[in-house]
């Protein structure tokens, strides 16, 4: 679709964005249908939120906390962080959004990995920006790559740690070298919305660094492990500057409620996210292995995902694992458009359907 000359004319940028196409939920398919495709738990939400949830329905006539003053409150006691720079959003997307409404002008750049998560790209686009991918190394980011992008233009650098849609990582040590090498001028988003997955002793979330710096965020997110997608719950730590500034160009309710008393459960319900990381632990590995002794190429992830590569052979490439998989009722994650043609990212799911993935992908690699 193009816009008329002579009608409305929305920023230039705008144009070039092609509207999010999220992770198909399998609505057309008969039969049971199992959704790997957007990174939700396998477990379910916490009962506990979702009867803070129910509880907080009997007053929808009023307004939220505009402050969201409770969920961060119980996010400041959870990580020790002063929650006067928490900002919670309407999901960490929108956090991301605000972040480049409030810092880009026209032209200014926004440096990401060539592969990072989607929405760098359009809410820099969206804000008038310029969008600047640096190429990566073993689809992991690229120190080097992305400091030699950046210009005295350079507004933001955005990292996902780890990065979604390749469930690769940076260690703390390559994150700090990153960040030495910024201007204090220049933002430094480290996206973790899977670091509550990640085991690795040279991880960090960034905690220490936001702490620790004027221009270091994090955002994370209640869509993942706390299996509160539907409800719309991120939140950044932030330089005191910097939630000065997002509290000024958020909307004055952008938490609703009902998320609000949600999202103060779920922080507190250590027991399922322990139980998250369990399941995590047993069957991403499991996956892993099992999908490489058929043939196929799994990136080592430390999320609740895998990267899938397929061969590129007639019959055998990831749009035929794809109508494979959906015939059997299994929606996995087309990622074209993240550059990765011959992928499929795949949520790691219950037993059931991880058991049902091999034994499909197996007649599917043994076919033909
Ligand atoms: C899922 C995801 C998010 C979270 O999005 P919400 O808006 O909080 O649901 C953020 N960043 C990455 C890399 C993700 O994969």
Redesign the pocket.
């Known amino acids: 679709m193009s816009t008329q000359s002579g009608g409305p004319q929305p920023r230039r940028t705008i144009l070039d964005i092609k509207a999010y196409v999220p992770g198909s939920s399998g609505h057309a398919h008969e039969g049971k249908v199992y959704k790997l495709s957007s990174?939700e738990t396998p477990l379910g939400p916490s009962p506990k939120a979702v009867e803070a949830y129910k509880a907080a329905a009997e007053h929808l006539d009023l307004y939220p906390d505009g402050s969201a003053g409770a969920l961060r409150e119980a996010i400041g006691a959870k990580y020790g962080l002063d929650p006067s720079r928490i900002v919670c959003g309407a999901?960490?997307?929108e956090l991301i959004g605000l972040l480049c409404t409030a810092y880009l002008a026209p032209g200014d750049e926004v440096v990401y990995s060539q592969h990072g998560?989607l929405?760098y790209k359009l809410a820099t686009l969206a804000a008038g920006g310029t969008p600047i991918a640096a190429p990566e190394t073993d689809l992991t980011a690229d120190v080097d790559a992305l400091l030699a992008k950046v210009t005295d233009r350079t507004r933001i650098v955005f990292l996902?740690n780890p990065n979604?849609p390749t469930g690769t990582y940076l260690p703390y040590d390559q994150v700090l070298r990153l960040h030495a090498g910024l201007s204090s001028n220049v933002i430094l988003v480290i996206?973790a919305?899977y670091a509550e997955y990640v085991r690795r002793n040279d991880y960090s979330s960034g905690i220490e660094l936001v702490a620790n710096s004027k221009n270091v965020v994090m955002t994370r997110?209640f869509?993942?492990i706390h299996g509160l997608?539907a409800l719309?719950i991120?939140w950044a730590y932030c330089p005191e500057a910097v939630a000065d500034i997002l509290n000024r160009v958020r909307g004055p309710f952008n938490v609703n409620a009902p998320a609000i008393m949600a999202g103060v459960a779920a922080i507190g319900d250590d027991a399922l996210v322990d139980r998250a990381i369990a399941h995590n632990e047993t069957w991403l590995p499991w996956l892993s292995a099992e999908l490489t002794a058929i043939g196929l190429q799994v990136t080592p992830s430390v999320g609740n995902f895998i990267l899938i590569g397929f061969p590129d052979a007639d019959g055998k490439r990831a749009a035929d694992a794809d109508v494979h998989l959906q015939r059997r009722g299994v929606y996995l994650r087309r990622v074209e458009a993240y550059g990765l043609p011959n992928c499929l990212r795949m949520t790691i799911g219950g037993k059931e359907v991880n058991r049902l993935v091999v034994d499909s992908l197996t007649e599917f690699m043994g076919a033909g």
């Open positions: 990174n999901g960490s997307d998560f929405m996902a979604n996206d919305a997110t869509s993942k997608a719309r991120g």
